[in-house]
């Protein structure tokens, strides 16, 4: 069945670090289209990870198959991806660089000239904090996101707990 959209589109980017695309599902089946099922399988057909939620996204969105990015580095990327400048022309050119605070991002573009209301959630490294460290709306510039939530600078595999009270728990 066709999703249906209202006047406009939700729009969920979810972007990863380190992350292979052959272990997602919805990967998987794109090379078994393309008959390149080995493709699918580079760690061998018994090493996988299900991953049902992540697959029906793709299946009811749009599923990247030629997609590049401008930098190697986190923060280099991340600025990039948001605004869509080269790296050099963010501030944010090299890891541990805040990115220029007049940036313009997608997010204020959908939000001035679509309506949309806008959230960054996750790892974030556009501010140029040197420390890892949990952060909240006052230690970050928005660059046109309504909401920004669970920020953490610098780190990776971290875990969170909500409370309920609007506080979290946080774990490393």
């Avoid at 460290?133 to 990776?156: A, P, T, V």
Wanted: proline content about 5%; charged content about 20%.
């Amino acid at each position: 069945e066709e999703p249906t959209f209202g006047p406009r589109p939700n729009l969920v980017v979810i972007m990863t670090d380190q992350h292979n695309l052959r272990t997602l599902g919805c990967y998987r089946e794109y090379f078994k289209a393309m008959n390149q099922t080995e493709q699918g399988f580079v760690w061998g057909p018994d090493n996988i990870v299900e991953t049902p939620y992540l697959d029906r996204l793709a299946a009811d969105g749009a599923l990247f198959t030629n997609f590049h990015t401008t930098s190697p580095l986190c923060t280099p990327n991340r600025a990039s991806f948001v605004s869509g400048l080269y790296p050099a022309f963010t501030g944010a050119d090299r890891n541990h660089r805040a990115m220029t605070d007049d940036i313009v991002t997608f997010a204020q573009i959908l939000k001035e000239q679509g309506d949309y209301d806008t959230g960054y959630f996750g790892k974030w490294h556009l501010n140029g904090q040197l420390r890892p460290g949990w952060g909240d709306e006052s230690d970050f510039f928005d660059f046109g996101f309504n909401e920004i939530k669970y920020l953490f600078n610098q780190g990776h595999w971290k875990w969170l707990e909500e409370l309920g009270n609007g506080k979290m728990k946080q774990y490393d």
